[in-house]
Nanobody, 125 residues
Framework: QVQLVESGGGLVQAGDSLRLSCAVSGLTFSKYAMGWFRQAPGKEREFVALINWSSGGTAYADSVKDRFTVSRDNAKATVYLQMNSLQPEDTAVYYC??????????????????WGQGTQVTVSS
C-alpha cells in the first residue's frame, strides 16, 4: 500500500518558521515528483510547491515564492517543505502528494493520485 505521512505542523506566531516532512512508502520514491498543497477552511485546495524526482526542478505558488523551499532526500524517501516568514494567511492543512505516474512533473491537482492525511499549520498574528 502507498502511504504518505506528513508531520511537523503546529501553532506558531507570524514571522516564525516550520519544516514539514512527508515520509513515503509503497512506491519507488526516487521516480516520483512530489507536490505540496494546502487547504484553508472554506477555501479550495491550492498548489504550494513541487519538486521533481531528482531535485533537478522545483516550482512554487506566487504566494509562497522566496519564503518556502521544497527539498527531498531520496535515500530517506522523504520530502520536506521549509516554511519561513510564516503569515496568518498561510494557515491551512498542508498535504503532500504524488502523481499517479512515474517521472511526471505537474502542478495539476487532478494528476495527483496519492495523498497524505495532512498536517495542520496555524499562524497567529
Amino acid at each position: 500500500q502507498v502511504q504518505l505521512v506528513e508531520s511537523g505542523g503546529g501553532l506558531v506566531q507570524a514571522g516564525d518558521s516550520l519544516r514539514l516532512s512527508c515520509a513515503v512508502s509503497g512506491l519507488t520514491f526516487s521516480k516520483y515528483a512530489m507536490g505540496w498543497f494546502r487547504q484553508a477552511p472554506g477555501k479550495e485546495r491550492e498548489f504550494v510547491a513541487l519538486i521533481n524526482w531528482s531535485s533537478g526542478g522545483t516550482a512554487y505558488a506566487d504566494s509562497v515564492k522566496d519564503r518556502f523551499t521544497v527539498s527531498r532526500d531520496n535515500a530517506k524517501a522523504t520530502v520536506y517543505l521549509q516554511m519561513n516568514s510564516l503569515q496568518p494567511e498561510d494557515t491551512a492543512v498542508y498535504y503532500c502528494a504524488a502523481p499517479g505516474t512515474q517521472l511526471y512533473y505537474t502542478d495539476r491537482q487532478d494528476r495527483y493520485t496519492y495523498w497524505g492525511q495532512g498536517t495542520q499549520v496555524t499562524v497567529s498574528s
